[in-house]
């Protein structure tokens, strides 16, 4: 015993649940002397006492639901593009020397898709790299050239 207090081993037969973790399953329709007889636990009338009444997710007792109260606003649209950013810090892991382009990224973990590729002048470039990708910010094309590097736009 270190100042009062005593140490103990926990294994699985001296766990125990936290104080209000688990609850005894509510057993209905046994009798009044069990405190939920007769209606079991559903009031006296109204839909919610009736058999076979479902909730409907959003049902707000009949008034208009929250989802059609707000107002709808502009357009998505479902072929939206979106661009995979890169940044040229980012193309630090690659050998120099390297041809990088979007498979390469992907493989490297850097992107989820190869649909389109931007790279932005985020960072510093210290290597001399052949990098392809669909567009390129006036910044990062400029860091890569600065590098000894040569931007190529690819088209798919």
């Known amino acids: 015993m270190i100042g009062g207090e005593r140490s ?27 405190g939920l007889g007769k209606t ?23 008034q208009m639901r929250l989802v059609r109260r707000m107002p709808k606003r502009g357009f998505a649209s479902p072929n939206k593009s979106v661009a995979a950013l890169v940044n040229v810090e980012s193309l630090v892991r690659f050998a120099d020397g390297a041809v990088v382009d979007p498979a390469a ?15 932005l002048g985020g960072g510093e470039l210290g290597r001399k790299l052949t990098v392809k990708a669909h567009a390129f910010s006036a910044s990062g094309k400029a860091k890569i050239e600065a590098a000894g590097g040569v931007c190529e736009i690819k088209a798919d």
């Open 40 to 62: 079991c636990g559903r009031g006296q009338k109204g839909q919610m006492s009736r058999s076979g009444h479902k909730r409907k997710p959003g049902f707000e007792g009949g």
């Open 105 to 119: 990224m992907l493989e490297a973990g850097m992107i989820k898709s190869t649909d389109f590729v931007k790279v």
């Open 8 to 34: 103990f081993s926990v294994n699985l037969g001296s766990l125990k649940n936290t104080t209000g973790a688990r609850s005894v399953r509510k057993r209905v329709g046994r009798g009044e002397g069990s």
